[in-house]
């Protein structure tokens, strides 16, 4: 069956610019997690949506925002660009229960210039 | 909250010889713990977790790791290690109770030379 996919797979930002990425789950799973990796940080939770809700959210500002939708597809949204959100971006999508493993997409490539 | 520990940012080892990548924990109560590796330009693939039951868990590629809660560790381990295992591994964790977040280490980057 069809993987986790992400869209678009590279991007590239002015600072300032807001920027949409998308997450299309593996059939029949209903969360769906964001997380950021640079080199020093390593992987940096985001959020994580179940049933179209957030069920956690990380430690970043308020410029980052998501929301799944019912079809269990989800957004991640970023405003007001800075130089050091250039990152990428995984998405990773599972059944839900917590015990669960999590199945990642090939993520984004944003680059903030 | 929950953290892992990654202590190691490179592991060296040469073709044939058995690898340890290590993890420590911290989690209020008891976890799950899972391992992923990473490829270039691709994302993270899931290896083994540890759930409940036996310490030892076996995994893809010959993976295992042994969970011990006395020392809140999870370390991954191969008998005899393979130039096609070098790449990023990601520790994780995730509280048994109450709705946390799976959290991931910094990664160890394990390099087999031939």
């Known amino acids: 069956k069809a993987g986790v996919t992400q869209t678009p797979r590279y991007l590239i930002k002015t600072r300032g610019q807001q920027v949409t990425l998308s997450c299309s789950p593996i059939?029949?799973?209903?969360?769906v997690s964001w997380y950021q990796q640079t080199p020093g940080q390593g992987l940096q939770f985001l959020f994580e949506?179940?049933?179209?809700?957030?069920?956690n959210k990380g430690n970043f500002p308020g410029r980052f925002s998501g929301r799944q939708f019912s079809n269990s597809r989800s957004e991640m949204n970023v405003s007001t660009l800075e130089l050091g959100d250039s990152a990428l971006y995984l998405c990773?999508?599972?059944?839900?229960?917590?015990?669960?493993?999590?199945?990642f997409g090939q993520g984004t490539r944003l680059t903030v210039v | 909250a929950q953290s892992v520990a990654q202590p190691e940012d490179q592991v060296n080892v040469a073709e044939g010889n058995p690898l340890t990548v290590k993890c420590t924990y911290s989690?209020?109560?008891?976890?799950?713990l899972f391992w992923y590796v990473q490829y270039p330009n691709r994302g993270l693939q899931f290896l083994l977790k540890?759930?409940?039951?036996?310490?030892l868990v076996k995994g893809s590629y010959g993976f295992e790791a042994e969970f011990n809660k006395s020392q809140t560790s999870f370390h991954l381990k191969k008998p005899s290690a393979l130039v096609s295992d070098s790449a990023l591994y990601f520790c994780?964790?995730?509280?048994?109770?109450?709705?946390?977040?799976?959290?991931f280490g910094k990664g160890t980057r394990l390099s087999v030379i031939a």
């Open positions: 990773a999508s599972s059944w839900g229960a917590t015990d669960t493993e999590a199945f």
């Open positions: 059939s029949g799973h209903r969360s």
């Open positions: 949506y179940f049933s179209e809700t957030q069920r």
């Open positions: 989690v209020s109560g008891n976890p799950y």
């Open positions: 540890y759930i409940t039951g036996d310490n």
């Open positions: 994780a964790v995730r509280a048994r109770s109450g709705n946390t977040p799976l959290v």
